[in-house]
């Protein structure tokens, strides 16, 4: 009997067989290995490109992410300093209402003084009325006893010498009158002129003739006096005419 020298496949064996057929058959040629080997170059070239653009993503969120941080700090210290000037707005509130009330009491305070200072005003007015009155009296009085007093002299020498000295008495008078109100040297001639005449007469004397002088003078002031102070009383209380 002659010997078989095939070899012996068993079944498991020729499925491997096959499978070793069918991975030789897929083996990828030269071509096929450069374009993978190109893609993979490609690929892993993106993906460092790709890490690059995460660090810098991740970076750019951690710098965000500071920025956050410093913007929310300062919202916080912004939200304190507005809390702090709401309460210092409030304070001042409170501090302008009472000076406003204060301030409202003292001008009530004010006006009650002015009132008062008005009325105390009017009475002050009233009484200086009475008192320029009073006084105005009081002058006049002073007056008229001065005129009675020069009248009474000067008529008395009249009725003593007669109507002979009329004419001079009247112009000692008139240059006493004139030089008590202008001390000027022509009046002062012109009543030195008079007194000459009235001695030459021989019937009157020096003593009354300076008796009359003094009475003119002094009546001459007082009128002086009187008008002034009517003239003050009126300048004194013309606005209350008004």
């Keep these: 009997m002659q010997r078989d020298n095939r070899p012996n496949i068993t079944h498991q064996s020729y499925d491997n067989l096959i499978q070793e057929k069918n991975f030789l058959l897929q083996r990828p040629t030269q071509d096929q290995l450069q374009e993978k080997t190109e893609k993979i170059t490609s690929l892993m070239s993106e993906r460092s490109h790709l890490e690059k653009k995460l660090n810098s993503a991740s970076e750019k969120i951690k710098s965000l992410e500071k ?16 809390e702090k000037s709401k309460n210092k707005l409030r304070e001042l509130i409170i501090v302008l209402t009472e000076e406003k009330k204060a301030s409202e ?27 320029a009155k009073q006084e105005k009296e009081k002058s006049e009085e002073r007056v008229k006893e001065k005129q009675k007093e020069l009248e009474k002299l000067v008529n008395s020498l009249k009725n003593r010498v007669g109507e002979t000295i009329n004419d001079d008495l009247d112009d000692l008078l008139e240059a006493q009158e004139e030089f008590t109100k202008s001390k000027i040297l022509y009046a002062q ?19 009354e003739i300076e008796k009359i002088c003094e009475l003119q003078e002094e009546l001459t002031k007082k009128l002086e006096q009187l008008q002034e102070q009517e003239f003050e009383v009126k300048q004194e209380f013309l606005p209350l005419n008004h």
């Design 105 to 131: 009491k003292l001008q009530r305070k004010i006006q009650e003084l002015q009132s008062q200072l008005e009325q105390e005003r009017v009475k002050n007015n009233l009484l200086s009325q009475q008192l």
């Design 67 to 82: 920025e956050k941080n410093l913007f929310t700090e300062q919202i916080e210290k912004l939200k304190e300093e507005s």
């Design 189 to 207: 001639k012109q009543l030195e002129k008079a007194k000459k005449r009235l001695l030459a007469s021989e019937k009157v004397s020096m003593e």
